[in-house]
């Protein structure tokens, strides 16, 4: 298993602004993910946090808009740039540690723009 | 590309009983596994079950089973002796050995369980 801590829980910001978002595990693992998930809905997957490269990101989803870092295999985090309301919903940091097995999920940060 | 399909919104469910949510996927990936996850309204991921593409038999845990049915590309989650604790939001996953580690999510089911 993996224990993940991820920093903030929640947050409020000033449109324009930009956020960073920390995903701490409690063990190296190989894959770390940054999912969206938006009131009401399901979790979107962002992107890929590759250690020691740039992130791979799924379509609609930039990396001037939502830059990760990723230097070693127990951290990453997820920036939220130039935020307008639509960006408010809540960001999850996301492990897994094999094919075969379950994602595990940080506690989730939820972010209101105002 | 993968996809995942649940076409149940809400299901309402009487303490006690069983219920069945839906899921249906698409993969062109030969192998791959499928998870359900609960998702109460404090927020939380909770795995409750996985299944291999290459399993003969149906995956269970505890009160939870899944019906696999590979021909269909279905994998209902069945809950049985529905407790109060069990509403929640409840999604299906999928992840494809060709897919880099990705899991990706249905639209989900919300689960009201009556007293």
């Known amino acids: 298993s993996a224990v993940i801590s991820q920093k903030p829980s929640r947050d409020i910001c000033q449109r324009g602004t930009s956020l960073t978002i920390q995903c701490q595990v409690d063990?190296?693992?190989?894959?770390m993910f940054w999912y969206r998930q938006q009131p009401g809905q399901s979790l979107t997957l962002i992107a890929t946090?590759?250690?020691?490269?740039?992130?791979?990101?799924e379509s609609g989803f930039v990396i001037d808009k939502f830059p990760i870092s990723r230097p070693n295999l127990t951290f990453s985090t997820l920036t939220v740039s130039n935020m307008s309301p639509e960006d408010s919903s809540i960001y999850l940091c996301?492990?897994?540690?094999?094919?075969?097995?379950?994602?595990?999920f940080g506690q989730g940060t939820r972010l209101t723009v105002v | 590309a993968q996809k995942i399909t649940q076409t149940q919104p809400g299901m309402f469910v009487q303490e006690k009983e069983a219920v069945t949510l839906d899921c249906t996927y698409d993969?062109?990936?030969?192998?791959?596994?499928l998870f359900w996850y609960k998702q109460p309204s404090s927020g939380e991921m909770i795995f409750l079950i996985y299944?291999?593409?290459?399993?003969?038999q149906n995956a269970t845990e505890g009160r939870y089973s899944l019906n696999f049915q590979k021909a269909r590309k279905s994998a209902n989650l069945v809950i049985s002796a529905s407790q109060l604790g069990d509403s929640a939001m409840y999604f299906c996953?999928?992840?494809?050995?060709?897919?880099?580690?990705?899991?990706?999510f249905g639209a989900g089911t919300r689960l009201f369980v009556k007293a």
């Open positions: 996301s492990v897994v540690q094999g094919m075969n097995t379950e994602a595990f």
């Open positions: 063990s190296q693992v190989t894959m």
């Open positions: 946090a590759n250690q020691g490269s740039e992130a791979t990101y």
């Open positions: 993969t062109s990936d030969p192998s791959y596994g």
């Open positions: 299944q291999g593409s290459y399993d003969q």
């Open positions: 996953a999928m992840r494809g050995h060709t897919g880099g580690f990705k899991t990706i």
